[in-house]
């Protein structure tokens, strides 16, 4: 049975190798989602747009909700609370879809020599899109409500760039789990819900009691949701020693999920 390469060399080289491949099931998911619509994949475009209308209207005029105590505008709560929307969704979009990678994908695994390792990538692509349209939505809005957008904002890919590499070292683990574990896409769509309470997209971080603030910040989408809001709203630069350190954590969680789903993969015919 053939060894499959578990280094971290392999984990790029395979990136770079199937890039056309990637590029080609990404675009072909895209079209897919939104084949037979009338208006096909201006939908990626009006989705965010109407959700942000709607998180406008219920919580500046419904609840009457204000980020901080100081601000009087109406649409400051919406643009914040999307903007850590934006980076929650393109994380519970792929992990979401991680346990059942392989198992909707049975003929690779059988019948085609197939890289299953770039399966994570073809969803991830496929989540930046709607990330990229959501981000490009916001925009608008700002530059409609508030005028030009903060220089800050060209931090943000700097930003979401380690936080990919989170992303995928969990759906590597999570595609062989669901392999052998069914119940792991039932277990990750609970936990995924959880973390999007847990985690400072409908309030501030501050909002918490300190005894309990520290527990919000080992919540690994905090830091990423807090340095995109910075830059996108509040005009700040990133803490780039938080930076740092993400990226240190969030390569070798990639390394390790790849790792993980190397050694595994072996078994997959056997199950499936």
């Known amino acids: 049975m053939r060894d499959y390469s578990a280094s971290p060399v392999e984990m790029v080289a395979s990136l770079w190798q199937n890039r056309e491949l990637i590029t080609a099931s990404a675009k072909r998911e895209v079209l897919g989602r939104y084949r037979g619509s009338v208006m096909g994949i201006l939908w ?53 879809r991680a346990p059942s990678l392989i198992l909707s994908n049975v003929n690779y695994v059988k019948k085609v020599v197939f890289p299953l390792e770039v399966l994570p990538w073809i969803t991830l692509a496929s989540a930046l899109f709607h990330c990229a349209v959501s981000f490009a939505v916001w925009v608008i809005a700002y530059v409609v409500l508030y ?21 995928m070292g ?37 909002a918490l009691p300190e005894s309990y603030r520290g527990w919000l910040y080992l919540n690994p989408l905090t830091p990423i949701i807090e340095q995109t809001r910075d830059a996108l709203y509040w005009g700040r630069s990133p803490d780039f020693m938080v930076l740092l350190i993400y990226w240190l954590v969030g390569a070798l969680v990639s390394w390790i999920g790849f790792a993980w789903f190397q050694k595994t993969r072996k078994g997959f015919s056997d199950v499936l």
């Open 44 to 96: 990626s475009f009006f989705n965010p747009l109407f959700m942000l209308a709607v998180y406008t209207f219920v919580f500046s005029e419904i609840f009457k909700a204000r980020w901080n105590a100081a601000s009087e505008s109406k649409t400051e709560f919406a643009l914040v609370l999307f903007a850590g929307l934006i980076v929650f969704n393109l994380f519970a979009e792929c992990v979401n």
């Open 170 to 206: 969990l759906s590597w683990g999570l595609a062989s789990l669901g392999v052998y574990l069914r119940d792991v896409s039932q277990v990750i769509g609970i936990v995924t819900t959880v973390l999007m309470f847990l985690s400072p997209i409908f309030y501030p971080a501050t």
């Open 147 to 167: 005028g030009t957008p903060h220089l800050t904002m060209m931090y943000v890919p700097f930003v979401i760039f380690p936080f990919i590499f989170l992303v």
